[in-house]
Structures are given as structure tokens and as C-alpha cells.
């Protein structure tokens, strides 16, 4: 474990540098306790829809089956949402913010937006707030704002993406921040997980690598799409959104190949197929649904516990301690 690795571990209070990301639907309660319980930090996602009360129980499922471990929620704060937009509505983060207050939720990781309004109020509650980014700009902002870390996130990441791919970003990010700063996307063997770390990184996120896990809600056609999936499996989109996403290459997907200028801006675009997220991930709809994958899906052929997914990716950090 690098210098870096154990401050991030020390100001979390983790063993283990791994972060498990908020994938919408599919992370919930269930995986996050596996996560944390093994020493990493599991995250439940809102995927920016969630209600007070369902996110209320995957706290307390949490809290039941790994007590006094820290664990994560993930909120949406996107731009140009408005207060009862699809994805990431103002309404609906209102409300889950007030419930992890009221929770007494340790932190929050933020993606897709300006967490300024926020992040004031985030730390009067004594929760801290990491930030997921695509650009180093954007990490400086938030760093800049009061965010306790930064997750990197590399455009061969799932779901919503940036620009720049994870390698060339990680080496233009860190040690320029000014607070521990994770890697993510294509992250999902520990020889990836010893690279960011060799790099300087203080830790990892991981998505698609938990998303086909046992304790993961992805439907099994999802899971086995990861399994199945090469190198070429994957392509960046608008179609469900409006926002830049790296998704399966699902017959949705391959009908907006080539009709990008018809593809409205968020929100417009998630109201009309935001829906089709849940089609795939929880209804394993190979027709209609969107499936977010990285690219690291290519090196995933196996179905594993979480915990076990936790032993093989902190096993570089923990030799290197």
C-alpha cells in the first residue's frame, strides 16, 4: 500500500483501497454491505430515481449485515436537470440527501455535476463527499470546493464517461488535485489495480468488475453479457440520456449508430429512454433495455462473491504495504 493508499484507507476508515462505484439499480444494499464488510467501501447507488423509503432500507441492510463499517450512497447532480426530471431531478435529490442526513450516512460520492450547492451542507452533517469526474479540470474545481477525494474516470469506464482515456488522465491528475485521488474505468484485474497504484493513485473505483458479482441486482442476462463480452463489446452513446455513456452494444444502442443529430440534450433524451436502464438492468431486456459496461468487461469471465472480487483487487495494495 503506497503513502497515498493509506491516507485514503485512514481518512475513510477502510482496510482495503478499493471503492465498489454506484451502478443505478444494480448496486444496492446488498452488494455495499459485501463490499465494506470485506474492507472496501461499498456504495449504494440512487441511480438518481431512488425513493426515501427504498433507500432508508438498503441503509439499514447495510448497517445489519456489516455493522460499523462505512459505506457510501451515490447521488446525480446533473446539470440542467429540472425538479421532477427523469434522472436526477432536483426533487429526488432533495429527498435522498435529506435521508442521508437523517441516516447519518458517512459519505457521499456525487457524479455528473457541480456539487457546489451541496457540499457545504454535506459537511455540516459530517459526512464526507468524493467526486466522480471525467476531466482534470473538473477534479481541480471540486477539490477546489471542499471535496474530501476525487475519483478519475477514464473513458473506457461504463455508464456516463469523459473524454480522456483512464492511463493519460491518471498521469495528467495526479499529484496536482490536492486531495487522494482514486482511478477508474477499465479497473478490474489486480495487475490494473497495481498499475494505478504504481501511478499514485490512492485508490480504485470499480463498476463493471462488481457488476458481475453474485451479490450485484443485475439481472443474470446482464451478467452474463459482462462475462461474454470482448474488447469490442462497448461503444460510447447518447441514446439513453443525452449525456455520454459507454453501454453494450444492444440493439437500442445500434439503431442510434450513424442518428447522434437526432439524439436530444439531457433531459430531453432521458425522459424519453431512461427507462430502458431499468428494462436491461433489471429486466434483462436485450431488445429495448441499456446496458452500461466498460471496456475492462473484456477481461471479466466469471460470475464471483464481492468479498472474493475485494480479496483479488487489494491483494497489490496489501503486498506492497
Known sequence: MNHASGELCRLFGIERPIFQAGMGWVTTGRIAAAVSGSGGLGCIATGGIMG???LRDHIAHV???APGRPFAVNLLLPSGADDSDTMGGLD???LQLDVCFE???PIIISGLGNPAEVVGEIHAHGAKLVCVVGTVRAALKVAGLGADAVVLSGAEAGGHCGPTGTLSLAQAGIGRIGVPVLVAGGIATPQTVAAALALGAA???VGTRFLASEESDAHPVYKQAVVDADERATA?????TGKPSRAWRSPFV???EGREAEIQPYPEQAIDHFWRAYAGAIEGDLEQGFFPLGQCAAAIDEILPAA???DLLAAPAEVAA
Open 203 to 205: 485508490g480504485v473505483s
Open 92 to 94: 429526488f435529490t432533495r
Open 52 to 54: 426515501g423509503d427504498e
Open 308 to 310: 472474493r472480487i475485494v
Open 236 to 240: 460510447v452513446t447518447r441514446a439513453c
Open 103 to 105: 441516516q447519518k450516512v
Open 254 to 256: 445500434a439503431e442510434w
Open 63 to 65: 448497517r445489519d449485515v
